[in-house]
DNA sequence: TTCTTCTTCTAACACGCGTTAGCAGATTCG
DNA sequence: CGAATCTGCTAACGCGTGTTAGAAGAAGAA
């Protein structure tokens, strides 16, 4: 039970040594220093606890060992939300491979100058951005900076704007093409806008499948949320209010989010609309939410645990300025057929 | 765009004033020093975008605002599993309101010595422990250290060991008074055994529903699950194989871990067992998973935010050397009733 | 004028460690 | 025997910052 921290000079002390020769003995270097000095040195270090001063460290050798992770969304967003989970579990199992710790920087949500200043501060070596809804002024404020970043799931239009998310056209098309080969031909679109990246690429992925389809592109309608909304009971309402509105009625509905179509699937028997009878649903972000809600939700699923731990590997190469060739790495989606989008249109309206 | 990093003294350059003057101007401390020098300091310190080092603050400080996280659990565990992302949300905002990071620790989990030296390692004030599975070689370990340490949801015999938990005893005690005042007298009762304070804790609470109804302690049928057994496929056929087994058969379980209960009532069908008819189920850690299952589960929900950020608030306390009076704080549990637990038994076995 | 007191600022130390330059003593070579 | 080389070690600097002790100059007092 140490009462105080033991310093390597008192590591040298007891092997009677200079702090220089227990520098060079503990971090292996070899400077000729003969095997019996080095054991006597080994010895007293292990008999007294020494543990080395990661904080002297990280400001001698310029590195912390520690990259650091932003949440830029609203709290809410991740307590009940197996996304960031997944994420995470990624993140650390590549952190781990490279021995990196994380440092969470927690702040509110909106104050991202508080974020900003807690990054520059050097606290950690680089820095990945987790945010789907980060249309902020966060992530170019970072980019002109010289801290290395990595932003997941979402990407800005800057030069220097490294990112790793899946194939966001890709999974809007295969969602897209699911509805129409079960006859489907009226949608609904829920996403978050242009603003964010990946919901200006699931637009387009959903108007490539309705081209191919060769649907006419007002088949399509969209219904943007507000970038600050909640998936709460109000936005719920908001939605189901359009779907109810919109001529003609779409028999589909795709919706860019997992956790707002969980609420929605759940609200839409009260609006006398039956799922998948009357909508059919594919969600996007499956995980095991999806799988478990009734009807259980169709939806895009993609492999959270390795795009975070991709992102770990290419923030690393940024960190030790390794070549990084690609900007963005993107990872394959695919379908995952549950109970929501039904089994196909019986009697289609129209 | 700075190339490099602006230090102190670039300010004091910069201002025509020592490293020392500077120093004290950006720390507000009253050193009799002129407006109009501290002006000039402020001035040069926003035109180049000075921000305090934190690595060299922490080691002439000694403080790192940092508290450190440990998941002593397999990563499997908490992938998809809601109890960490709800723990992890309140401790981020009890962080926040104290103006502390978070510095989580990536370590294989068996790797415990990895675990130990980087807690040492003073990258952190101080370290919270969530392990639900912790009757391991950590958390005494760093008890015999000077190092401030919290348990999360649960505790281990030692005198420095702090704790916030739930009222695990009480919680048990409602979930069988629950299957009691339905009609149910057999009971299954699956726990990681005594080795875990919950585990030791709701097998209290079990007994005292029974002792109060005046049921024989015989009635209670305890499955106890090897600690290292991963909720898989192979654990939920050795658990449904006890279930078969046990006579007379219960028409109730009480299981520990939501993650498990789920996984068996998705497999209890299959081997032709109804849930609730053929037996009533009642799970422990209630998250939104158990509402969205099918059956939705009854269980034990207790409040992971507030014990999360509790959990800050007496590691903060500990790190600054207040007082502490509580070793243990305990937060109260309810019993959500949901369908897997029936309304009642209308035909109960012998 | 000379001493004291205030105002305004700074030199210097400490935090724990990696690292460079170089110092004694022993050995080898010419 | 003196010079060069090798062996085994250490003094000292620097990383960026908080902090203490005290210096230089001005102002006031004797």
Redesign the interface.
């Known amino acids: 039970?140490?009462?105080?921290?033991v310093r390597m000079i008192d590591v040298a002390q007891a092997a009677g040594v200079s702090r220089t020769t227990a520098s060079f003995v503990l971090n292996g270097r070899d400077a000729g220093i003969p095997p019996e000095t080095q054991q006597r040195v080994l010895l007293a270090a292990r008999q007294l606890g020494y543990?080395?001063?990661?904080?002297?460290l990280?400001?001698v050798t310029g590195r912390?060992h520690?990259i650091g992770?932003v949440?830029n969304e609203p709290?809410s967003f991740?307590?009940?939300?197996?996304y960031?989970?997944?994420v995470l579990?990624g993140v650390?199992?590549g952190?781990?491979c490279h021995n990196?710790?994380?440092?969470?920087?927690?702040?509110?949500y909106p104050d991202w100058q508080a974020l900003y200043?807690?990054i520059?501060?050097?606290?950690s070596d680089g820095t990945l951005l987790i945010g789907r809804y980060a249309s902020d002024q966060l992530t170019p404020a970072l980019l002109?900076?010289?801290v290395p970043v990595v932003c997941i799931s979402y990407q800005i239009d800057h030069p220097r704007c490294y990112a790793v998310d899946c194939d966001n056209e890709e999974g809007a098309y295969l969602a897209f093409r699911h509805l129409i080969d079960l006859g489907h031909r009226q949608f609904a679109f829920f996403y978050p806008g242009h603003s964010v990246s990946w919901g200006c690429e699931r637009y387009l992925g959903a108007l490539r499948a309705l081209d191919e389809a060769s649907l006419p592109s007002d088949a399509l309608h969209v219904y943007e949320w507000p970038e600050t909304a909640l998936p709460s009971l109000k936005w719920v309402h908001s939605a189901i209010s359009f779907l109810q509105s919109v001529r003609p009625r779409p028999t589909a509905l795709v919706c860019c989010e997992e956790a707002r179509a969980?609420h929605l699937v759940e609200r839409l028997p009260g609006a006398g609309v039956r799922v998948p009878d009357d909508l059919a649903v594919v969600s996007f972000n499956s995980?095991?939410?999806s799988a478990?809600?009734?009807p259980s939700l169709t939806s895009i699923w993609q492999p959270l645990?390795e795009i975070g731990a991709a992102a770990v590997d290419m923030l690393i190469d940024l960190i030790e300025e390794r070549d990084v060739p690609q900007r963005c790495r993107r990872f394959p989606v695919s379908l995952h057929v549950r109970e929501s989008s039904g089994t196909g249109m019986e009697s289609p309206r129209t």
Chains 1, 2 share one sequence.
């Not at 039970?1 to 921290?5: E, L």
């Not at 991740?78 to 197996?82: H, K, P, V």
């Not at 520059?120 to 606290?123: T, Y």
């Open positions: 039970m140490p009462s105080r921290r543990r080395p001063n990661a904080t002297a990280a400001l912390t520690r992770i949440l709290e991740r307590a009940n939300d197996l960031f989970s997944n579990a650390t199992s952190a781990v990196y710790n994380l440092l969470l920087h927690s702040a509110h200043a807690d520059l501060s050097g606290a002109d900076t010289d969980l995980t095991e939410l478990l809600a009734r645990k």
